[in-house]
């Protein structure tokens, strides 16, 4: 079993509608979440930390469920500029320290 | 800032052949990385730093050399290059070790090896 698992997708969104989707950890020791966005042939950049009382950050909401090990990303009023590939990163601290697990990310396809 | 910069953004091998990746990063960070990305694998580490002069293997080193030499730069050398090693790689850069909110992503080079 993946450490970090993510459904790939792709979503195909109407603009304008909410899309909302999980990734799941195997390590009930993990700390610390993330949600990165990454475009098509560009950089991983840092989208939203998780945290565990849940977050916005515009049209954009994170949750951390610990009980069932998942967090999830749900985006309301989508809109073109959305599409992209969003990767979930898990933080564990093991005894060499921090260590940073990536998910093999959910593709987001929005269309008019 | 130019923040994190990689050379060079595309390159095709052919098997046995050798090549560095150069990494170079202005922020004055101590710690950097080496990822891979292959579809639906997420990223992987292949070997980091943790400051000048040193280096340390990740999860995926095999096949790949790595050395700092200065500060900002954060070199991936292939000795003698393998189809497997076909995939885009991604140099990071943090201020504080494994800091997911603050890790800074060069642009990536896309690798085929034939």
């Known amino acids: 079993r993946k450490e970090v698992e993510q459904d790939p997708g792709p979503f195909n969104v109407p603009e304008g509608a909410t899309v909302a989707f999980n990734c799941t950890y195997s390590?009930?020791?993990?700390?610390?979440f993330f949600w990165y966005r990454q475009d098509c042939r560009k950089e991983p950049k840092l989208l939203m930390s998780?945290?565990?009382s849940g977050n916005e950050d515009g049209r954009f909401t994170a949750q951390l469920n610990r009980a069932s090990q998942y967090i999830s990303l749900l985006i309301r009023d989508s809109k073109l500029s959305d599409s992209a590939t969003y990767l979930c990163?898990?933080?564990?601290?093991?005894?060499?320290?921090?260590?940073?697990?990536f998910g093999g990310g959910t593709r987001v396809l929005v269309k008019p | 800032n130019a923040g994190v910069t990689q050379t060079p953004k595309f390159r095709v091998l052919k098997t046995g052949q050798s090549m560095t990746l150069l990494c170079a990063q202005d922020?004055?960070?101590?710690?950097m990385y080496w990822y891979r990305q292959d579809p639906g694998m997420g990223l992987r580490l292949i070997h980091y730093?943790?400051?000048?002069?040193?280096?340390a293997k990740g999860e995926v080193p095999d096949g790949y050399n790595v050395s700092r030499l200065k500060k900002q730069n954060f070199l991936l050398g292939l000795e003698s290059a393998a189809p497997s090693q076909t995939s885009v790689y991604f140099c990071?850069?943090?201020?504080?070790?494994?800091?997911?909110?603050?890790?800074?992503f060069g642009p990536g080079t896309r690798l085929t090896v034939l």
């Open positions: 990071a850069s943090t201020k504080v070790w494994q800091a997911a909110d603050t890790q800074y």
């Open positions: 390590n009930s020791a993990s700390q610390s």
């Open positions: 998780v945290y565990s």
């Open positions: 990163v898990v933080n564990t601290l093991e005894a060499a320290g921090n260590k940073l697990t």
């Open positions: 922020m004055n960070h101590e710690y």
């Open positions: 730093s943790v400051g000048e002069g040193t280096t």
